[in-house]
């Protein structure tokens, strides 16, 4: 079965921790994104990747890092600099980066500060 | 600016009537538009997408949309609603590479 793994399903994080989200995909996708979802919000993109060992800030990446070395992989670092982290997380993936293009999703981390 | 539009946060509808979820859209050049469907903590589910061609686009599990250009809007429809289409659905967009999401509209069928 081809698809978006996420893990950890849920993650508590203490005040002032480092935490990372993973991402993996068999689909062969070239783009990968990750995606913060909050009550009423809808989607906000937080960084997304084109191919390997090149990624982009996108609308709310203060407080977040990532690395994509392997085209499989997109991990996600949430950083003690990101002062509201508490939110449901999606990674996605498409063939390419085009507006066109459909998105495969992840089945989400829950992560919650203490 | 590129936005994508659901004016309603929650549609209700009992079981058997046709459903209808709202989206609008303002995209730079050629749109194109997609719906999914997001269940209780879990990911977005793709349901269909418009991208040129039959402005009646049909997708999975009964479902279609109606792409309508001079009123720029996308709205989803699907002719008997189900009690398991209780759901969160997103609208989305784009006209360049960037994909934008509406916010989402909760719909709640009863039986």
């Known amino acids: 079965d081809g698809g978006i793994t996420q893990s950890p399903k849920y993650l508590f994080r203490k005040e002032g921790q480092n935490v990372t989200l993973s991402c993996e995909q068999n689909l062969n996708h070239d783009a990968m994104y990750w995606y913060r979802q909050d009550p009423g919000q809808g989607l906000r993109l937080i960084y997304y990747s084109q191919i390997v060992n090149d990624f982009q800030k996108g609308d709310i990446a203060e407080g977040y890092s990532v690395s994509r070395e392997k085209k499989e992989s997109f991990p996600l670092t949430v950083t003690s600099a990101q002062k509201n982290p508490t939110a449901f997380y999606l990674c996605?993936?498409?063939?390419?980066?085009?507006?066109?293009?459909?998105?495969?999703f992840g089945p989400g981390t829950r992560l919650t500060v203490l | 600016a590129q936005s994508v539009a659901q004016p309603e946060d929650q549609v209700n509808v009992a079981e058997g009537n046709p459903l209808t979820v709202k989206c609008t859209y303002s995209v730079s050049g050629n749109p194109y538009l997609f719906w999914y469907v997001q269940y209780p903590n879990r990911g977005l589910q793709f349901l269909l997408k418009?991208?040129?061609?039959?402005?009646l686009v049909k997708g999975s599990y009964g479902f279609e949309a109606e792409f309508n250009k001079s009123q720029t809007s996308f709205h989803l429809k699907k002719p008997p609603a189900l009690v398991s289409d209780s759901a969160l659905y997103f609208c989305?967009?784009?006209?360049?590479?960037?994909?934008?999401f509406g916010a989402g509209t909760r719909l709640f069928v009863k039986a």
């Open positions: 989305a967009g784009g006209g360049g590479f960037k994909t934008i």
């Open positions: 418009y991208i040129t061609g039959d402005n």
């Open positions: 996605a993936s498409t063939r390419q980066m085009r507006s066109t293009d459909t998105q495969y």
